[in-house]
C-alpha cells in the first residue's frame, strides 16, 4: 500500500472515530475473561489505544499499565473517565518496557498484525515474556486469516449497508509476505472516508512456535471470550501462553 507508514496509522482523525467504528460489543465479555486470568495482579496491555479494555478492566480494580505507540490514541483514553489513571508508557510494543513484571500482559483485537514482520511479531512475544512474572501468561486475541483462501488473494466485502452510508472492506493479499493490504471505505452523502491498514497475517501454529522461541508455551486456546472451544470452524482464536520453564 503506497505511502503507508503504520507509525502514523492511527493519527488524530483515526483517533476522533475509532471508537465509534471499532468498538465490537464483546468488551464486557473480553474483560470478565481478562479479569479471571490476571486474578487480581497488575495487568498490561500492549497497543492500549484508547482504553477500550483496560478502563474497563481497571474499573474491576485490576491495576492496568498499557503501551501505545500513538499519542492521538492515547489522547482520546485520557479524555475518559479514569483515562488519566491509566499509566502508558509510549512506544513500540515489540521493543519498549515498562520496567515492570506483570501476571497477565494481552494484545488484542488482531493488533499483532500491525507488526509488518516475522520477526517484528517475534520480538513482540520476547518483550511480552520479559513483563511476565514468573506464573504469569500472555494472551493473544486474532482472528482466523481467510484472505489466503479468497479468489485471487483479494475481495471486496460489504461491511455496512445502511440508508444513509455504505461501508466496503477492500483486501488485497500477498502471499509472499503474508501482509494484507486493507482499506474501509465508508460512503455517504457527506463523501467517502478511507481508512486503510497493512496487517501481517498467521495462524495459531505459527504464533505457537513464536512463543516457543520466546520462551513460552500454549497453555489454552479458546475460539472466543466466553471459552468457546477452539475448533476448525472457529472464526478467531483467544490464545493463552505461559513461560515454559
Not at 184 to 192: D, F, L, M, T
Request: aromatic residues 6%.
Amino acid at each position: 500500500m503506497e505511502g503507508f507508514d503504520p507509525r502514523t496509522s492511527f493519527g488524530r482523525e483515526v483517533s476522533m472515530r475509532y471508537d465509534a467504528e471499532d468498538t465490537r460489543g464483546d468488551e464486557e465479555r473480553t474483560v470478565a475473561f481478562l479479569a479471571g486470568l490476571a486474578a487480581g495482579r497488575d495487568a498490561l496491555e500492549f497497543a492500549v489505544g484508547t482504553g477500550r479494555v483496560a478502563l474497563p478492566l481497571a474499573g474491576s480494580g485490576i491495576r492496568v499499565d498499557g503501551v501505545e505507540l500513538s499519542p492521538d490514541m492515547v489522547d482520546r483514553m485520557r479524555e475518559k473517565p479514569g483515562g488519566d489513571l491509566i499509566e502508558v508508557t509510549m512506544g513500540d510494543m515489540s521493543t519498549v518496557t515498562t520496567g515492570r513484571r506483570y501476571g497477565l500482559v494481552y494484545l488484542v483485537y488482531n493488533t499483532i498484525g500491525n507488526l509488518l514482520t516475522q520477526d517484528g511479531q517475534v520480538r513482540c512475544f520476547e518483550n511480552a515474556a520479559r513483563h511476565l512474572a514468573e506464573d504469569g501468561v500472555f494472551v493473544v486475541e486474532c482472528r482466523i486469516p481467510t484472505a489466503p483462501a479468497r479468489p485471487r488473494h483479494q475481495y471486496v466485502d460489504a461491511e455496512h449497508v445502511g440508508v444513509d452510508h455504505v461501508g466496503l472492506d477492500v483486501c488485497r493479499y500477498d502471499p509472499v509476505t503474508q501482509i494484507l493490504d486493507e482499506n474501509h471505505v465508508r460512503i455517504s452523502a457527506e463523501g467517502i472516508v478511507l481508512s486503510p491498514i497493512r496487517l501481517r497475517l498467521a495462524h495459531p501454529p505459527e504464533f505457537d512456535l513464536m512463543a516457543r522461541i520466546a520462551g513460552l508455551r500454549l497453555r489454552e486456546r479458546w475460539g472466543g471470550w466466553e471459552h468457546e472451544p477452539y475448533t476448525a470452524t472457529s472464526r478467531r482464536h483467544v490464545s493463552v501462553y505461559e513461560h515454559a520453564g
